[in-house]
């Protein structure tokens, strides 16, 4: 863990230097450092470079790291509780459906900004648990057998459904129609403090939740009639998980839009190095999952700059092979 931490605080450091107007990295260090009470510091960054710090890139950077954080967790999360290696926010339709919640947010209910509770994420929570509760069932009734590919076919066809009627409101929405296509790609461009306040609660409650629940995953992992023997309900278990999984899910996609694949990356990787425990994998995906968005973030706004690339495509880069390569294990392993 403390390696992790040391990787995300210098990813999120070297994020801060980075950029189209360069800042030293000393000085950006000495301008944090001077913030914290009672720590008296000289020099740093000018006032200009100083603005461009805290109300540019490190509501950007911060908003990165939360959304990175929540989307790796719940991917960790909903593998653990579904005992499918492929399960994800993104592959699973949790994210296609509360993509189809914030768009009716934004389509039917303006200026939400002004309003004193943001419906957005509670619209998106709503089309999220709609998503992951249709593919549950779907992916159940489709197959006796636990096939690790049944209830990814059964999130894309759930997906789909939640895609197209996403579109539906698009097209009767035209006005509205370049907003969510850029948001559909996933990024971060617009980020405010505000979208930070905005998502903090629900990633810290979710975390929360799954953290106080690592111990069960790994009960549950033995099954659900052995997990039962030892006194743990499996149906509240998995019902609290979920429902953990899909509000942080629906807060991020809300703020950030549609960023695929850090679910299985960072999980998956974890895995690969700390052994197959959650008490290991959630709390490491969490930091590593902010670690991953940070730089992919990088990487979306440096790597053609002065244009930016979509975040979604940075991620859907990483993680289309990555996903081959799980799909290949994961077959290899009996159901």
């Known amino acids: 863990m403390p390696v992790t931490i040391a990787v995300l605080a210098a990813a999120m450091l070297l994020a801060l230097a980075v950029g189209p107007a360069g800042l030293p990295l000393g000085a950006v260090l000495t301008t944090i450092v001077r913030v914290v009470p009672f720590v008296h510091v000289h020099g740093g960054l000018s006032p200009l470079d100083a603005a461009i710090l805290w109300e540019l890139r490190a509501p950007r950077i911060v908003l990165a790291a939360l959304v990175g954080a929540v989307l790796a967790m719940a991917g960790a999360a909903y593998q653990g509780v579904f005992h499918n290696a492929l399960a994800d926010p993104y592959l699973l339709g ?13 389509a039917y209910l303006p200026n939400v900004a002004s309003r004193p509770l943001d419906p957005m994420p509670l619209l998106a929570f709503a089309g999220a648990v709609l998503a992951v509760a249709g593919t549950y069932a779907l992916g159940r009734s489709g197959a006796r057998s636990r096939d690790t590919a049944t209830l ?49 609660p629900y990633a810290v409650v979710s975390g929360v939740v799954l ?30 998980v979920v429902a953990a999984a899909t509000l942080a ?5 809300a703020v950030s839009g549609l960023i695929g694949f850090v679910g299985i990356i960072v999980p998956h990787t974890v895995r690969l190095l700390a052994g197959p425990s959650y008490r290991r994998i959630l709390p490491l995906s969490i930091v590593g999952g902010a670690a991953f968005l940070v730089l992919a973030d990088l990487v979306a706004r440096t790597a053609a700059s002065p244009a930016e690339i979509p975040l979604g495509v940075i991620t859907a880069f990483v993680g289309a092979p990555f996903f081959l390569v799980v799909l290949r294990r994961a077959r290899r392993i009996p159901g």
């Open 94 to 106: 949790v994210a296609a459906g509360a993509g189809l919640g914030a768009t009716l947010a934004g």
């Open 152 to 200: 990814v076919l059964a999130g894309v066809a759930v997906a789909a459904f939640f895609t197209a009627a996403q579109t539906y409101v698009q097209q009767q929405h035209t006005e509205t129609l370049r907003q969510v296509y850029a948001w559909i790609l996933g990024g971060l461009e617009t980020a405010e403090w505000r979208q930070v306040v905005l998502i903090l």
């Open 211 to 240: 953290l106080l629940h690592r111990r069960l995953l790994d009960v549950l992992s033995v099954g659900d009639e052995e997990a039962e023997a030892l006194g743990v309900s499996a149906t509240r278990v998995r019902l609290v």
């Open 249 to 253: 899910t629906a807060a991020a996609v």
